[in-house]
């Protein structure tokens, strides 16, 4: 799919033209939604399908706030090289399984984050310059492990600062619980970075649960959307409050059968989910 304009006032689309905005390698590829709510599953589910089919996107780096089952199925599929997050599992449900095995094995390169250098990071696109300032990470052992952020002095006060790199993905994509065809999107009230990633990637996708005429408020403005997918049930198995809740069932049947002969037929079963 060729890149719409942001001005466009019709951005709709479908799941697969939406996942053909996604470059064939080494795309940071940003998701938003909380741990196991509000997760852009219809959407990681299209660039499987796309991947079993034409063997791409691949080499993505994901960057996700925290990280859940989403990010999970595309690690295991061997598509993802690195991710960046502060978190990845599945709450109480357990670890991740791909990711703890790919990081454990090194096949997947973890980008150490903190909820701060996350954070800032952000800020430091959002603002156009090349990094932020804070006091996090001074005194820990996390700067031995990032050695690509830097301590710097404060020419004021002196105080030695960590200046946190700009992070800016290429794409994010958020799901929403309304939008209409412009890109203006309300997400409820568990926002995460949600707004912060549509001001800091290079495009972003809003795949909602219902598309409607118009909005009395938006948690995120169209102008900077490029493309709007309708996708009722998208963020299943995880929730999407009010309208629905986790699918514990299965997630915990896909705790079970990660890595087993069985997980590909419960892919499968989600895959044909994901277009009914």
């Not at 590829?29 to 990681?44: D, E, H, I, K, S």
């Not at 250098?117 to 090349?130: E, K, N, P, T, Y």
Request: charged share 20%.
């Amino acid at each position: 799919m060729t890149k719409p304009s942001k001005t466009s006032p019709d951005k709709l689309c479908s799941l697969t033209d939406a996942a053909g905005l996604i470059p064939e390698s080494g795309c940071k590829l940003a998701f938003g939604g909380v741990t196991l709510y509000r997760r852009p599953m219809a959407f990681a589910l299209e660039l499987l399908r796309g991947f079993k089919n034409d063997a791409v996107p691949v080499d993505l780096e994901l960057i996700c706030f925290t990280a859940g089952v989403e990010s999970d199925i595309l690690i295991g599929a061997g598509m993802t090289a690195s991710i960046r997050t502060c978190y990845c599992g599945l709450e109480i449900f357990g670890l991740a399984p791909f990711f703890t095995s790919a990081v454990a094995n090194g096949s997947l390169r973890m980008i150490e984050e903190s909820e701060a250098s996350l954070a800032f990071g952000f800020r430091a696109q959002m603002a156009g310059v090349g990094f932020m300032p804070s006091t996090a990470w001074q005194g820990t052992d996390l700067l031995k492990l990032r050695p690509d952020v830097k301590s710097i002095t404060d020419p004021y006060s002196g105080e030695l600062l960590t200046a946190f790199p700009a992070i800016a993905p290429d794409v994010a994509v958020i799901h929403a619980l309304k939008a209409d065809s412009s890109g203006n999107a309300v997400i409820g009230g568990n926002q995460g970075v949600d707004r912060e990633l549509a001001l800091v990637s290079e495009v972003v996708i809003v795949t909602a649960e219902e598309i409607v005429d118009s909005l009395d408020k938006a948690d995120i403005i169209g102008i900077v959307v490029d493309a709007v997918v309708p996708a009722p049930q998208g963020a299943w198995p995880t929730s999407c409050h009010p309208l629905y809740p986790l699918d514990g069932y299965a997630l915990l049947e896909y705790i079970e059968l990660a890595g087993t002969e069985s997980y590909e037929a419960l892919l499968d079963r989600w895959l044909t989910r994901n277009t009914e």
